[in-house]
């Protein structure tokens, strides 16, 4: 770990809270009803170790997809996504989707990204390959599908900063949006993820 990170490894709790009291990063976004177009089981990705992963293997599953960097002040977060990954993936599957779309927070490959997760937070869920998760020509296709409401459904909102978390249910439908501030272990997040009511 950089001094850096570990700097922001400290600061992570009073940034949580900070975030939380202005309202920034803590945005939700819920949709119940409308039915994407697109089936989010036509997607697949590559893994950060090349390997290709097919959505349609997450049929039944609650699906939490987070756009992930290295050097932000919610990479603590690494550690909350892990803990419901290790207690609940019988019942959901987390995607980390390393990108340096925000301030150039994620500037290493992807294995000094599967190393850095690995060493400092046992992550153990699936790591996609550095992609570009902000509109543009270079989106991630599973991104283009999250933020464009003629493909999801109802959503047209990107991720508004590292650790961005969008829930997808059982049957394919995007169900959440949850800010970057909203920590994956939120109440919020885990009855979206349906582990309490």
Not at 99 to 120: H, L, P, R, S
Request: some cysteine; hydrophobic content about 35%.
């Amino acid at each position: 770990m950089t001094l850096r990170q570990r700097i922001l490894k400290l600061v992570y709790p009073v940034l949580m809270l900070w975030s939380r009291l202005r309202g920034k990063g803590a945005a939700v976004i819920s949709n119940k009803e409308k039915l994407p177009p697109v089936s989010f089981y036509d997607l697949r990705i590559t893994l950060n170790n090349g390997a290709i992963f097919d959505f349609s293997f997450l049929k039944g599953k609650k699906v939490m997809l987070v756009n992930t960097a290295s050097n932000c002040g919610y990479t603590d977060q690494y550690d909350a996504l892990q803990h419901l990954y290790e207690d609940h993936k019988d019942k959901i599957t987390i995607i980390g989707f390393p990108a340096n779309d925000f301030k150039q927070q994620e500037k290493g490959n992807d294995d000094d990204i599967a190393q850095f997760c690995k060493v400092n937070y046992g992550v153990s869920f699936p790591l996609a390959r550095k992609s570009t998760v902000l509109k543009s020509a270079d989106q991630n296709p599973v991104y283009q599908w999250l933020t464009n409401a003629s493909k999801n459904g109802w959503n047209n909102k990107p991720p508004s900063w590292n650790f961005s978390k969008y829930i997808v249910d059982e049957k394919g439908m995007l169900t959440d949006f949850f800010g970057p501030a909203i920590s994956p272990d939120d109440p919020q997040v885990l009855v979206s993820l349906g582990l309490t009511k």
